[in-house]
């Protein structure tokens, strides 16, 4: 068996437009010399490749790792949920009744990412349920999450305005109730940010938060004291004090992807993160989410639509190999490299095959702006003592630079952490050498090559770009080439398994080399 390296550059793209192109500013000295002189391609990491709608759609760390370690397109939850929804579906599910029976006694309320990105949320899943209320006359107050990553920094007006317009177009009884930033309340992840949950609470329920009956003035009153602000940090502000989440409420969390979803589940189901006179304020809920999110703890009880089902991934075929695997990388993308990579899976398939290792993120909530270097060091640092102990032949790691830098929006901060991350590349690079060890470089999504928009305000979302994927087999002596045609992440598992040197389950896409 060749011992192998997977290093995923997360967020970095290319694009040969140096407008607002972090990556190029960044000078890769490390990645485009192995680039040039070693098997490479740019291949797909968007779209249906990865299981979204269009090809319109950016890729994201989610359905990226999904795509890599499943080795074949998977329909992700928002292909998903758009048809139960466009066919109407939704509405004949058992959880949909039992929302709106008990809203039709108090109001349904609606916590959703307002926001057009379709990284965590759709906005015409929303539009859906307002015209169905409508319908059904129920009372809706919706708890508005602000983006500022996904999507322009500033831009939360923009989506309130058409929350608006279709809450009069479909004769719905609804208000948007509570607005603050994604880095302030709800959407935690991987406990990193529990504050933000402790706040939502706070808003949604106890209505803590600046009052306000014009929230445009606000908004664009914070902007102007801090023209910097990006809606992700935006304080909370509450709208209708009237119209908070009451004990004997519906409430449906109405974000698809899981990873900043099973917190606000955990918190209205099982009162985690609040005190017991906290949680008998809502312990009499009735709560469902967009889908299950977590298969394996089923959270949450209650849900509107199936999740993806992922089988036959890269780590089972590994394991029925005895192939010995290491994963490494910060809080950050930890749950990506591991759970998603997995299949959606929290805990490894075979305990003895697997270790994973994760290193604390800077406490920072979303923005990492101010230590753009991140932990890619630590990262690095234990990738080389894994390559040279000889205990692993598959080992990967998750480089977070580009990305999680890159949604601060902060151009000077994203060619800092990218520098970061081809100085850590150098090294990996030179230890992979040194002990015959395949390297594989390449990104599950863009973001850091496109940093500016048209008008050159700052564009923290990710892209829908192609990324490098390049091969460096320093394990044999066998002579690698790229195939012709065309490739996505899907056809990353195929390629380890042969680098590795072990059989290619019939059920991956085909690899991207030949001999």
Known sequence: MNKTVLCIIDGLGINPDTHGNAVLAADMKNLWSAYDKYPSINIVASGQEVGLVSEKDAGNSEVGHNAIGAGKRI???????????????????????????????????????????????????????????????????????????????QSVLEYIKKTRECIDRVGVDAKIAVVGGRGVIFMDRYEANLP???RAFEASVEGKGVVTKDIENSVNELYEKNPSLTDASMQVFILEPDWLIKNGDSVLHLNFRGDRSVQTCQMFEHGKYLTKEQFAKIDNCVFAGALEYDTEQGIPKNFLCPPPKIENTLTEWLCKFGVRQFSVTETAKFGHLTY?????????????????????????????????KMQAQKITDETLKAIKSDKYDFIKLNL??????????????????????????????????????????????????EMLDDKGKPKPSHTNNVVPFIIMPFASDKQWKIKNGEFGLTNIAATICELLDIQVSEHFNGGIIES
């Open 196 to 198: 933000a949950m402790a």
């Open 340 to 372: 998603f990579f997995n299949g959606n899976r929290a805990k490894p398939v075979d305990v003895e095959l697997e270790t994973w290792l994760q290193i604390p993120s800077d406490e920072l909530g979303m923005d990492f702006s101010s230590k753009p």
């Open 75 to 153: 329909k992700q939850g928002l292909a998903l949920l758009n048809e139960v929804f466009e066919t109407g579906e939704v509405f004949e599910s058992k959880s949909w009744k039992l929302l709106a029976e008990n809203a039709k006694k108090s109001k349904l309320n609606i916590t959703i990412l307002l926001s057009e990105g379709r990284i965590h949320s759709n906005l015409e899943h929303l539009y859906k349920v307002l015209e169905r209320c409508g319908k059904e006359k129920i009372k809706v107050a919706i708890h508005a999450v602000a983006d500022g990553v996904d999507v322009g920094t």
């Open 400 to 449: 977070p630079n580009p990305d999680m830098v890159g949604h601060s929006g902060n151009f000077d901060a994203v060619v800092e952490g990218t520098k970061e991350v081809d100085k850590c590349l150098g090294q990996i690079v030179d230890v992979c050498k040194s002990n015959k060890t395949n390297l594989i470089i390449l990104s599950d999504h863009g973001n850091a090559e």
